[in-house]
Every structure is written in C-alpha cells, then in structure tokens.
T-cell receptor, first 115, second 111 residues
Framework: DTAVSQTPKYLVTQMGNDKSIKCEQN?????MYWYKQDSKKFLKIMFS???????INETVPNRFSPKSPDKAHLNLHINSLELGDSAVYFC??????????????FGSGTQLSVL | DAKTTQPTSMDCAEGRAANLPCNHS???????VYWYRQIHSQGPQYIIH???NNETNEMASLIITEDRKSSTLILPHATLRDTAVYYC????????????FGKGTLLTVNP
C-alpha cells in the first residue's frame, strides 16, 4: 500500500484554468506538507498543516489554497493557473506533533504543465 | 537555519563505498544534520540524521566531525539503485518545522 499518494500524477492544463491535486496518507501522521520543485530542481515548502490547522504558509500566492478535510488528506487547489506554476508538486507527511519529526514521507509527485 | 555546501556531483563504482561530504561551517549547537535523497522521478526519501555522534542505520552511516562543521554520509556498498540526488540539510528541531532543501549532490553509481 502506498503511504502517501497523490493524484493525478500528471496534469496538463491551459493558463487561467483552476485545478486541484489530491493527497492522502495512510500512515496516521499528524502533519502534512506541500512542496514545489521547479525546473531548476529546487524543492521549496509551500504549506504545512497539523491536524487540519495551517502552521506554515511560505508566502505562496493566494491563488494556491490548501484544504485539509481531515488529518489524512491535504488537497491543493490552484486558481487562475499561470505558466510559472509549471512544476512538480510533492505532498509529504510526518508523524509527530507540529512537524517536529525529522522524518518526512513524500508522495511520488504531480507534474503540472501549464500551457 | 545554517547553510550547507555539497559537491554538485560524484561518481562511485557499484559495490564500493560512497562517501558524500557536506560542509556546514555555520551550524549552531541546537541544529541537527539530516540527509535525504531523491531518486529520479520520485519524492525525496529520508536517510538518516544526527546531532554530534556518529549514526548508523540500515541505509547508511553518518559521520559528523568533532567541531560539527562538516559531515559525511556513507553508503557502505553502493548499488545502481543508489543513483540519486543526496541532500544534506541542517535544521534545529522544534524550529519552524520546515526542511529547506539545497541543490544536493548527484551521486551516480556506475556498473
């Protein structure tokens, strides 16, 4: 069973569209994250949620809105997609309270291409 | 969080030990050294972490110098599947809960 699963794996869309990426973890972890890896391969944190509460928001444009219906899910909704949003988006989770754990478990990524 | 410096790339022969260096000369006393790796087209994977003592687990060993200004990740018997980008990250526990990834070292294990 996949521990952290993201869907879809690939997403190709036009500029201006709205899209969502879903993430689920079956590890029973308290904290979930979204990271963005751009074309230069830099991996940057976007958001972190602990028990459905937002604890990190790294100055991401408000077109990006994470939603956590329960602690096992952290979805990423993106409005008015722009060319610069093209990247690989990784979901991750960690087991301990408020992200203090050193071990993050990552999903396999969603490759978003905005045309 | 302290900045880390790693070589851009390294090569290793299959079956030999791979020694990946990391410089973190500005590390502070409460900061840990973490290692993750990212195999092509996959998400990053936790390998090991340490504060000042050497650490070993089923994946690798971490050697931290006495002054803590540098460390080495050792893969004792590298296989082709160990080809990946290896990230050395320094972070204080209980800080702002985020891992900041740098450019890492691309390790290529050759047959």
């Amino acid at each position: 069973d996949t521990a952290v699963s993201q869907t879809p794996k690939y997403l190709v869309t036009q500029m201006g569209n709205d899209k969502s990426i879903k993430c689920e973890q079956n590890l029973g972890h308290d904290t979930m994250y979204w990271y963005k890896q751009d074309s230069k391969k830099f991996l940057k944190i976007m958001f972190s949620y602990n028990n459905k509460e937002l604890i990190i928001n790294e100055t991401v444009p408000n077109r990006f809105s994470p939603k956590s219906p329960d602690k096992a899910h952290l979805n990423l909704h993106i409005n008015s997609l722009e060319l610069g949003d093209s990247a690989v988006y990784f979901c991750a989770s960690s087991p301990s309270d408020r992200g203090r754990s050193e071990k993050l478990f990552f999903g396999s990524g969603t490759q978003l291409s905005v045309l | 969080d302290a900045k880390t410096t790693q070589p851009t790339s390294m090569d290793c022969a299959e079956g030999r030990a791979a020694n990946l260096p990391c410089n973190h000369s500005t590390i502070s006393g409460n900061e840990y050294v973490y290692w993750y790796r990212q195999i092509h087209s996959q998400g990053p994977q936790y390998i090991i972490h340490g504060l000042k003592n050497n650490e070993t687990n089923e994946m690798a060993s971490l050697i931290i110098t006495e002054d803590r200004k540098s460390s080495t990740l050792i893969l004792p018997h590298a296989t082709l599947r160990d080809t990946a980008v290896y990230y050395c990250i320094v972070r204080a526990r209980g800080s702002n809960y985020k891992l900041t990834f740098g450019k890492g070292t691309l390790l290529t294990v050759n047959p």
